[in-house]
């Protein structure tokens, strides 16, 4: 199957901020064959299907011996790109991929902008990272509600484990350090994401022009703190060095709701101007093509870059340049060989404390 043939054709709104003339990628069903490959047809589940080749309980006399330890060897430089297809989300192993001796990888899990789009950034950036990209429409509300459930990003690293594990030869594969990257609409399932447990296990928050938020007076423009809160509570903890978030945004109005330049400037308001950890190199092109460069902040490993632009284009041009802006800085955080020292990322680990429940529904 062609690229083109995976793509959706979007119709035109209304809306200034919209995916309408951006690509997406349609989710291959099970047997596809997917842009670079055959397709793998293993999906999240709903629910995990009992495993039918588990070992029954054994009396005493019946006991096996105990099994000899699993000695986990490096893992091999993958020699092609692999793809795996689920509802909604395309799984991609670029080439090269390859996983730590004791079987942890980088996960990014991008949400809302076509697999043949932020796939190639992955590439550009340099990144050795799995990356699921996420897709469920338009308008921040599905991503809000569908990740309202925490178990629905248990099982993504399930299935990034299972994918990496059988079709990279990685024994024991398990995901390590995470990256939550979202354009446009995609910020809703950040949004949701980060006030759960799963945050602990979140190294890094990339929004390409998708921050947004409602006002609590629409006249007065002021935004809403409840519903910048996850937000910022990361920006203030990425101040310090030890998390990376990084903004990028247009100059797009928005009427009703926060635009992504008035959330950035909130951003920046509420964290501290001098922290403790140094800004670093955090480099990114004064021009990209379709992008012009207006301002730029560093504070630790919080990086806020402004561009030119207020059409639908240029929202667009934002996502198909994240191999040029956002995923660098992950490459540059993660280069640092830092590996997470809170709690394992993974099946199991998630509860629901807090989720908000509403937002705007950009119609990126």
Same mark, same amino acid.
């Given at each position: 199957?062609?690229?083109?043939?995976?793509?959706?054709?979007?119709?035109?709104?209304?809306?200034?901020?919209?995916?309408?003339?951006?690509?997406?990628?349609?989710?291959?069903?099970? &047997?596809?064959?997917?842009?670079?490959?055959?397709?793998?047809?293993?999906?999240?589940?709903?629910?995990?299907?009992? /495993?039918?080749?588990?070992?029954?309980? %054994? *009396?005493?006399?019946?006991?096996?011996?105990?099994?000899?330890?699993?000695?986990?060897?490096?893992?091999?430089?993958?020699?092609?790109?692999?793809?795996?297809? $689920?509802?909604?989300?395309?799984?991609?192993?670029?080439?090269?991929?390859?996983?730590? %001796?004791?079987?942890?990888?980088?996960?990014?899990?991008?949400?809302? &902008? =076509?697999?043949?789009? @932020?796939?190639?950034?992955?590439?550009?950036? =340099?990144? /050795?990272?799995?990356?699921? #990209? @996420? /897709?469920? &429409?338009?308008?921040? $509300?599905?991503?809000?509600?569908?990740?309202?459930?925490?178990?629905?990003?248990?099982?993504?690293?399930?299935?990034?484990?299972? +994918?990496?594990?059988?079709?990279?030869?990685?024994?024991?594969?398990?995901?390590?350090?995470?990256?939550? *990257?979202?354009?446009?609409?995609?910020?809703?399932?950040?949004?949701?994401?980060?006030?759960?447990?799963?945050?602990?296990?979140?190294?890094?928050?990339?929004?390409?022009?998708?921050?947004?938020?409602?006002?609590?007076?629409?006249? %007065?423009?002021?935004?809403?703190?409840? %519903?910048?809160?996850?937000?910022?509570?990361?920006?203030?903890?990425?101040?310090?060095?030890?998390?990376?978030?990084?903004?990028?945004?247009?100059? +797009?109005?928005?009427?009703?709701?926060?635009?992504?330049?008035?959330?950035?400037?909130?951003?920046?308001?509420?964290?501290?101007?001098?922290?403790?950890?140094?800004?670093?190199?955090?480099?990114?092109?004064?021009?990209?093509?379709?992008?012009?460069? #207006?301002? /730029?902040?560093?504070? =630790?490993?919080?990086?806020?870059?402004?561009?030119?632009?207020?059409?639908?284009?240029?929202?667009?041009?934002?996502?198909?340049?994240?191999?040029?802006?956002?995923?660098?800085?992950? &490459?540059?955080?993660?280069?640092?060989?830092?590996?997470?020292?809170?709690?394992?990322? $993974?099946?199991?680990?998630?509860?629901?404390?807090?989720?908000?429940?509403?937002?705007?529904?950009?119609?990126?």
């Amino acid at each position: 199957m062609s690229v083109g043939s995976m793509r959706k054709s979007s119709s035109s709104l209304t809306l200034a901020i919209t995916v309408a003339i951006c690509a997406f990628a349609r989710p291959a069903s099970p &047997g596809e064959i997917g842009p670079r490959g055959p397709s793998e047809a293993v999906a999240p589940a709903a629910h995990p299907e009992p /495993n039918a080749s588990a070992p029954v309980a %054994r *009396s005493a006399e019946e006991a096996p011996p105990p099994a000899a330890p699993v000695v986990i060897a490096p893992s091999r430089l993958l020699k092609e790109a692999v793809h795996a297809y $689920g509802t909604g989300a395309v799984l991609y192993l670029p080439e090269g991929f390859h996983a730590d %001796r004791d079987g942890s990888f980088d996960l990014v899990v991008h949400f809302h &902008g =076509g697999a043949p789009i @932020v796939e190639p950034s992955l590439v550009r950036a =340099g990144l /050795n990272a799995a990356l699921v #990209t @996420v /897709n469920l &429409g338009i308008g921040s $509300g599905v991503y809000q509600t569908t990740y309202q459930d925490p178990t629905r990003l248990e099982h993504t690293f399930a299935w990034a484990n299972a +994918i990496v594990e059988k079709r990279a030869g990685v024994a024991g594969a398990h995901v390590g350090r995470l990256a939550l *990257s979202a354009w446009s609409a995609g910020y809703g399932a950040v949004m949701t994401i980060l006030p759960q447990q799963h945050s602990v296990g979140v190294d890094a928050v990339l929004l390409a022009d998708g921050l947004h938020a409602g006002y609590l007076d629409a006249r %007065r423009h002021t935004i809403d703190p409840l %519903r910048m809160g996850p937000f910022l509570r990361f920006a203030v903890e990425a101040t310090s060095g030890t998390k990376l978030m990084g903004v990028t945004h247009s100059a +797009i109005e928005t009427y009703g709701y926060a635009s992504t330049t008035e959330t950035a400037a909130y951003l920046l308001a509420h964290t501290p101007t001098d922290p403790q950890a140094p800004a670093g190199e955090a480099q990114i092109p004064g021009d990209l093509p379709g992008l012009a460069r #207006t301002s /730029n902040d560093d504070r =630790g490993g919080l990086h806020v870059r402004g561009f030119e632009g207020v059409t639908k284009k240029d929202h667009c041009a934002h996502v198909w340049s994240l191999g040029e802006t956002l995923f660098p800085l992950l &490459g540059g955080f993660w280069s640092r060989g830092e590996k997470p020292s809170a709690a394992p990322v $993974g099946p199991g680990s998630a509860a629901v404390s807090g989720a908000p429940s509403s937002s705007p529904a950009s119609s990126g």
